[in-house]
């Protein structure tokens, strides 16, 4: 059934594949954005600011959508002002969320109590009764993440948008995301020190175990595509996720086998690995999550092959780097760090 989409946010680095997507497939989309970014050419645009979403009101009911999606809530204020904007005038939404509101995340943060979550995660596993980061590395992510606010906590937000009766709701629980676009730069600590010609990379032992899940930018899409389709999903929480959960360290080997990078990978005992290469939290605790629900219920299937994935991250990594980064490169106390395990050989 092709469908009129009302798009909140949607200009972004995973909304404009979702747009393109459903555009292609036959659907109507309007985008509601504040104008800092264009949508794909030729899609339908209300100009308005999401904190402000009740002024709308007439707009949308006028409109007649038959389903929204929200690409940026962030808070429970939002997800209470959306569902009062929207009560009565549509039929379904759909909310992209996070996988950080398992358990899982805030035992790897030191922030849960309690000993490790058992894995693999999948929907029904616990989610957070804490805060979803520790405060520096929230104030981090909103300086990368321009529509998180200082609210930030997508538990709350779940919870808000499944809790009305006259609107269901899909939640999409998603993964770290890559690709073109990606605002994180999530390859750019491997890329760079490719590029730079080092000869070697080092992790330390404990980070380089580190199992997380992810998924390429057009593949998450899809599955957000298929979602917003499927009137099965209505009522329904959905982890969207590559099936494999890789470590660091197999993240690394892959990005190295996608450039042909010659070099060799290190693993350093973590007392002997420099400061900017050791990760804060329990990295005991991995974020292995199952995505075999969508799979079944919905039939998602990853629509790119990983060798054209990672092409295309990395060609825009290198035509796009990062004006800052988080960690430093450090390459002076690396090499020292290195020289110091080759003497002790």
Same mark, same amino acid.
């Given at each position: 059934?092709?469908?009129?989409?009302?798009?909140?946010?949607?200009?972004?680095?995973?909304?404009?594949?979702?747009i393109?997507?459903?555009?292609?497939?036959?659907?109507?989309?309007?985008?509601?954005?504040?104008?800092?970014?264009?949508?794909?050419?030729?899609?339908?645009?209300?100009?308005?600011?999401?904190?402000?979403?009740?002024?709308?009101?007439?707009?949308?009911?006028?409109?007649?959508?038959?389903?929204?999606?929200?690409?940026?809530?962030?808070?429970?204020?939002?997800?209470?002002?959306?569902?009062? @904007?929207?009560?009565?005038?549509?039929?379904? %939404?759909?909310?992209?969320?996070?996988?950080?509101?398992?358990?899982?995340?805030?035992?790897?943060?030191?922030?849960?109590?309690?000993?490790?979550?058992? %894995?693999?995660?999948?929907?029904?596993?616990?989610?957070?009764?804490?805060?979803?980061?520790?405060?520096?590395?929230?104030?981090?992510?909103?300086?990368?993440?321009?529509?998180?606010?200082?609210?930030y906590?997508?538990?709350?937000?779940?919870?808000?948008?499944l809790?009305?009766?006259?609107?269901?709701?899909?939640? %999409?629980?998603?993964?770290?995301?890559?690709?073109?676009?990606?605002?994180?730069?999530?390859?750019?600590?491997?890329?760079?020190?490719?590029?730079?010609?080092?000869?070697?990379?080092?992790?330390?032992?404990?980070?380089?175990?580190?199992?997380?899940?992810?998924?390429?930018?057009a593949?998450?899409? @899809?599955?957000?595509?298929? @979602?917003?389709a499927?009137?099965?999903?209505?009522g329904?929480?959905?982890?969207?996720?590559?099936?494999?959960?890789?470590?660091?360290?197999?993240?690394?080997?892959?990005?190295?086998?996608?450039?042909?990078?010659?070099?060799?990978?290190?693993?350093?005992?973590?007392?002997r690995?420099?400061?900017?290469?050791?990760?804060?939290?329990?990295?005991?605790?991995?974020?292995?999550?199952?995505?075999?629900?969508?799979?079944?219920?919905?039939?998602?299937?990853?629509?790119?092959?990983?060798?054209?994935?990672?092409?295309?991250?990395?060609?825009?990594?290198?035509?796009?780097?990062?004006?800052?980064?988080?960690?430093?490169?450090?390459?002076?106390?690396?090499?020292?760090?290195?020289?110091?395990?080759?003497?002790?050989?």
């Amino acid at each position: 059934m092709k469908m009129k989409i009302l798009a909140i946010g949607g200009t972004g680095f995973i909304g404009r594949f979702v747009i393109r997507e459903l555009e292609r497939t036959g659907h109507e989309v309007t985008v509601l954005h504040r104008g800092s970014a264009a949508p794909p050419e030729g899609t339908a645009q209300i100009i308005g600011d999401r904190n402000r979403i009740n002024e709308y009101r007439e707009t949308l009911a006028a409109e007649k959508f038959d389903l929204v999606i929200d690409f940026v809530l962030s808070s429970e204020r939002q997800a209470r002002q959306l569902m009062e @904007a929207l009560r009565g005038i549509t039929r379904r %939404l759909v909310v992209l969320s996070s996988m950080d509101v398992y358990r899982a995340w805030g035992v790897f943060f030191e922030l849960e109590p309690g000993g490790l979550e058992r %894995l693999p995660v999948n929907e029904e596993s616990a989610v957070r009764t804490r805060p979803a980061y520790p405060p520096e590395v929230l104030e981090g992510l909103r300086k990368r993440v321009s529509w998180a606010d200082a609210e930030y906590d997508k538990v709350p937000v779940e919870r808000v948008v499944l809790s009305e009766p006259g609107l269901p709701a899909t939640v %999409l629980r998603l993964p770290m995301v890559y690709g073109p676009g990606d605002y994180i730069h999530r390859f750019y600590p491997f890329l760079k020190r490719m590029d730079d010609g080092r000869r070697f990379i080092l992790f330390a032992d404990d980070v380089a175990q580190v199992r997380s899940p992810r998924g390429y930018v057009a593949d998450v899409a @899809a599955g957000i595509v298929r @979602a917003a389709a499927s009137e099965r999903a209505a009522g329904r929480i959905y982890n969207i996720c590559e099936r494999e959960c890789f470590s660091e360290l197999e993240w690394a080997k892959r990005i190295a086998a996608a450039t042909g990078w010659p070099g060799e990978f290190v693993v350093l005992p973590r007392e002997r690995t420099p400061q900017h290469l050791i990760w804060p939290g329990n990295t005991k605790q991995h974020m292995v999550v199952s995505s075999d629900r969508i799979r079944s219920e919905l039939g998602y299937r990853e629509v790119t092959p990983e060798a054209e994935a990672f092409a295309s991250t990395v060609a825009w990594e290198r035509k796009h780097p990062p004006e800052s980064v988080g960690v430093p490169f450090d390459y002076a106390s690396e090499d020292s760090a290195l020289s110091g395990l080759k003497a002790r050989a």
